[in-house]
């Protein structure tokens, strides 16, 4: 689990010591008229970007931006291959692994550095992109490559916070793959510090852009089903190890690997191969599990359709799980308060093999979705990412009225708001209230052995039932490191 804030730190200060924090910093952070005549004057000109963090992830966001020069592959895997996400326009799709002459290509940027803390991993990637300059830390590559217009990360969520400031201190624009940060402290100082910069921002939930989730939000403005009180959301994560286990027992760490850098602001523990990786999701010092992974995918468009504001009171329930790994399934409710005349929203997650219930309305031959939403005039559900709406019972003759704007792919979207000078589709602003809604599921869960009802006060970010609760809005980063 996330330690405990420090006894100077208390949640009453908190939001004070942001806004403070955050004025100190324009000392050294890029005058925003500096931000603004970053990269090229012309639309068409190419933007550069770093990519931070490619050995799983990093390598499949970047290979939506831009085709690798050259086709490689990692020795346990099939090749450098880019899964592309529903919704995603062909043409913009990632390729799969062909011969360099027969697959699609395309160049929205220019990968003009990569960093990552393991180049023997992360050779597949860096070696596609041979032009590319290669760092291990990303303070050096910032603070030495000025042509760097934005930088896209992609490491585990833990340094997902002090990698994106110094990123916008510096004047970068920012991609962080979702979730936003591993905390709800770290989430809102992200979010005060890009309006205090100026930097263009986005945040890599891919199914904030997708036809899907934008029907999903028309649907329910519309009052395809009327006023809506539930939604249920669920996940088949996690797919790696979580619960009641002891921490693998440390061996020595390999020389290709930075550890120390891995390690970022984390509490120091020895090293064991078992939890990089995919694997450091499941672990408390590291990932946020479940919710962390997928809940960007499923949250997000409740969220935005029902114009939710954050949560009042949480529960959790969960199976056991210790201070090394999150629990391997869990099940969550949130209840919102009505707003603009709507009634209160009651929210459910459940992961790890637990489902809500089908409704009986629901057809024998069609499968529940990842998102069920139910209302006074009918239910409606969709997949992950938003994929695919569908009204219960099923009511192919109904869509909605296209109303809101149709973006770019998350990819491509974040380098037309830099050539564009605007804000990107999921900026930190949106992103920011996605994750603090997601991560209040960890601060739950951590509290569940209590048995209580969470009361949270949003606006001085501290739950007023349980002080323990408190103390996993934020954590003590190692020394050395800071926001």
């Not at 420090?6 to 004070?16: F, M, W």
Request: hydrophobic letters at 35%.
């Amino acid at each position: 689990m996330a330690s405990k804030k420090s006894k100077h730190d208390s949640p009453l200060s908190r939001r004070a010591f942001i806004e403070k924090t955050a004025a100190a910093s324009l000392i050294t952070i890029v005058p925003s008229h500096t931000i603004s005549s970053l990269g090229h004057g012309s639309p068409n000109d190419m933007i550069n970007l770093a990519a931070i963090g490619v050995g799983n992830r990093g390598g499949q966001v970047i290979g939506n931006i831009a085709t690798p020069d050259v086709q490689t592959t990692r020795g346990r895997s099939s090749g450098f291959l880019v899964q592309p996400y529903a919704g995603i326009q062909p043409e913009r799709r990632a390729f799969n692994r062909q011969p360099q002459g027969e697959r699609e290509t395309f160049k929205h940027a220019n990968i003009y550095a990569i960093c990552d803390v393991d180049h023997d991993y992360a050779a597949h990637v860096i070696n596609g992109y041979p032009k590319a300059k290669t760092y291990h830390d990303y303070r050096e590559m910032i603070d030495n490559e000025k042509e760097i217009d934005g930088v896209v990360i992609a490491t585990p969520d833990h340094t997902h916070a002090v990698i994106a400031s110094y990123a916008m201190k510096a004047g970068r624009h920012v991609y962080v793959e979702k979730p936003m940060t591993k905390t709800i402290y770290e989430a809102r100082f992200l979010r005060e510090l890009a309006q205090q910069t100026g930097v263009v921002t986005q945040v890599g939930n891919q199914g904030h852009n997708v036809e899907g989730t934008l029907e999903t939000v028309e649907y329910i403005k519309s009052g395809a089903i009327g006023n809506v009180s539930e939604v249920h959301l669920w996940s088949n994560r996690p797919v790696w190890k979580q619960g009641y286990h002891d921490r693998p027992a440390g061996v020595p760490v390999p020389k290709h690997l930075n550890y120390d850098l891995w390690l970022g602001p984390a509490p120091y523990k020895d090293y064991h191969p078992d939890i990089l990786h995919f694997a450091w999701r499941g672990l408390w010092d590291y990932g946020t599990g479940a919710m962390g992974d997928m809940g960007a995918h499923t949250f997000d468009a409740p969220i935005w359709a029902l114009d939710l504001g954050m949560p009042t009171k949480i529960q959790a329930t969960t199976t056991p799980f210790n201070e090394n790994y999150l629990p391997q399934s869990e099940s969550v409710t949130y209840h919102f308060e009505g707003r603009n005349g709507k009634p209160p929203v009651t929210v459910t997650w459940s992961d790890g093999g637990i489902k809500p219930p089908r409704p009986q309305q629901l057809e024998a031959n069609r499968g529940l979705r990842e998102a069920l939403y139910i209302g006074d005039k009918g239910m409606m559900m969709h997949g992950t990412h938003g994929a695919s709406p569908e009204l219960i019972p099923n009511n192919p003759d109904f869509t909605p009225k296209k109303e809101l704007p149709r973006p770019s792919n998350i990819y491509v979207d974040f380098v037309e708001a830099i050539k564009e000078k605007r804000q990107a589709a999921n900026n930190f602003e949106i992103a920011a209230k996605v994750t603090e809604v997601m991560l209040l599921t960890n601060i739950a869960v951590a509290a569940q052995r209590l048995d209580i009802t969470l009361d949270y006060d949003a606006e001085n970010m501290r739950i007023t039932n349980c002080e323990e609760a408190n103390n996993y809005f934020h954590y003590d980063y190692r020394k050395g490191w800071s926001l």
